[in-house]
């Protein structure tokens, strides 16, 4: 069976500081990867989704950029966190075959102070 | 023209009532269409989804009803119970006939409270 993996679950660091959050996922091949953020009590913002190796698509301009170094990992970073980036980060996947559909990861909430 | 408009925004129902999500779209493109549910601090979890060549889809009290010609489907959860309280998102997306990996457009999300 497939599972996703986030890490950190949480994380709290100083505005001007880098970040690097990780996604990974097992039991499949080749999935389309995504990353979302969650304001607080608020809905679901596409960030990035990659269809492969290397092929990122970014889908709101910010200060974050994603990177897909091997088929089943997912990173999502920053050089310098704004207290704008606070949230809960979401890594989801979605096979390419007929019936698959979306899961996602349990998240990583980051707070910028 | 890719917006997914859901309603309400927040909902309190009684324990063993019906609680009534409603979603629109306006893609006639859109060809798969799930539901989320979402309990705090966690990630949003797979609940039910239809594709629209079927107007109902059933699992346990989870209930999709469809209306493509309305453009609009909704989720029937009955005999509420309180561990139903959650965030509920709507999505649709185009899947095509060749696979799924395409992109969910989220609704903003309907907050469901469940009283004793």
């Known amino acids: 069976s497939q599972t996703i993996h986030q890490w950190p679950a949480t994380l709290v660091q100083p505005v001007g500081s880098p970040l690097s959050l990780e996604c990974t996922v097992e039991g499949t091949s080749n999935p389309n990867l995504y990353w979302y953020r969650q304001a607080a009590g608020r809905g679901l913002q596409l960030l990035f989704y990659s269809v492969g190796i290397g092929q990122i698509s970014s889908e709101v301009p910010q200060n974050l950029s994603a990177s897909r170094p091997q088929d089943r990992q997912f990173i999502l970073s920053s050089k310098k966190l704004l207290l704008s980036d606070s949230g809960f980060y979401l890594c989801?996947?979605?096979?390419?075959?007929?019936?698959?559909?979306?899961?996602f990861g349990p998240g990583t909430r980051l707070t910028v102070l | 023209q890719q917006q997914v408009k859901q309603s309400p925004q927040s909902l309190i129902v009684q324990k063993g009532g019906i609680s009534i999500i409603n979603c629109a779209y306006e893609n006639t493109a859109f060809d798969y269409f799930p539901w989320y549910q979402q309990f705090p601090g966690k990630g949003p979890a797979l609940l039910i989804a239809?594709?629209?060549?079927?107007s109902e889809k059933k699992e346990g009290r989870f209930t999709i009803s469809f209306n493509k010609s309305a453009k609009q489907f909704s989720l029937h959860i009955m005999d509420s119970q309180p561990g139903d309280s959650a965030t509920y998102f709507c999505?649709?997306?185009?899947?095509?006939?060749?696979?799924?990996?395409?992109?969910?457009?989220f609704g903003t999300g309907t907050q469901l409270k469940v009283e004793l």
């Open positions: 999505a649709a997306s185009i899947r095509g006939l060749t696979g799924g990996g395409n992109k969910l457009t």
């Open positions: 989801a996947w979605w096979g390419k075959s007929v019936g698959d559909e979306q899961f």
């Open positions: 239809i594709r629209p060549d079927v």
